[in-house]
């Protein structure tokens, strides 16, 4: 009789610690899925987000256009402060985007530096809407080393989602004449946590 209490005492103690193993693995596995599941979760929230942010982003694109408008800025083509020839080039935004853009900033580039700037003539875009302007540009007299400037437009859309975006702009230096030529301008870049 104590041979058959033993045995079923073993009997027991394996039948538990089987179970426990299993019970164990399933834990487990639970635990993975669980995971791969919040993995999932935070992709789809993030590809939501994304689609989110793309219905609604603002593109600013920069033509040339008539010389009709009184919004003129004036910038010199470097930090020397000696006179030169000006030129004008008018330019307007049109925001081509499916948002709005609000807090138009800009840093223009000229030659020697980079500036912060905030001389445009509107700060918020809706889209199909135009800002037009006339660069007033002061170019020295002298060779130039250097053929091209450059404005970074910053802006944020309604969500706050912030971008940056570059349009350069080409001289022309040719023998007594220097002229704006033409310009690009570059798609915008979303600007992830900017603080």
Not at 119 to 126: G, I, M, N, R, V
Not at 137 to 166: A, C, G, R, V
């Amino acid at each position: 009789m104590e041979c058959v209490n033993t045995i079923a005492t073993c009997l027991m103690v394996v039948i538990t610690l089987v179970y426990m193993i299993f019970t164990i693995k399933i834990f487990q596995e639970n635990k993975k899925a669980v995971q791969a599941s919040n993995e999932q979760l935070r992709e789809t929230i993030r590809q939501y987000e994304d689609k989110k942010r793309l219905e609604i982003m603002p593109y600013l694109q920069c033509e040339k256009c008539k010389d009709n408008s009184n919004n003129k800025i004036s910038l010199r083509f470097d930090d020397n402060k000696k006179s030169g020839i000006v030129t004008s080039y008018p330019i307007e935004f049109v925001n081509i985007g499916n948002g709005t853009a609000k807090d138009i900033e800009y840093i223009f580039t000229n030659a020697t530096a980079s500036y912060e700037r905030n001389d445009l003539p509107q700060t918020a875009l809706q889209s199909g809407n135009r800002m037009m302007l006339v660069i007033q540009l002061t170019i020295p007299d002298e060779s130039l080393q250097k053929n091209i400037m450059s404005f970074e437009l910053k802006y944020k859309d309604l969500l706050d989602n912030s971008y940056s975006q570059k349009i350069e702009f080409y001289i022309y230096d040719g023998y007594n004449s220097k002229v704006i030529k033409n310009h690009k301008t570059f798609a915008p870049k979303y600007i992830i946590n900017e603080t």
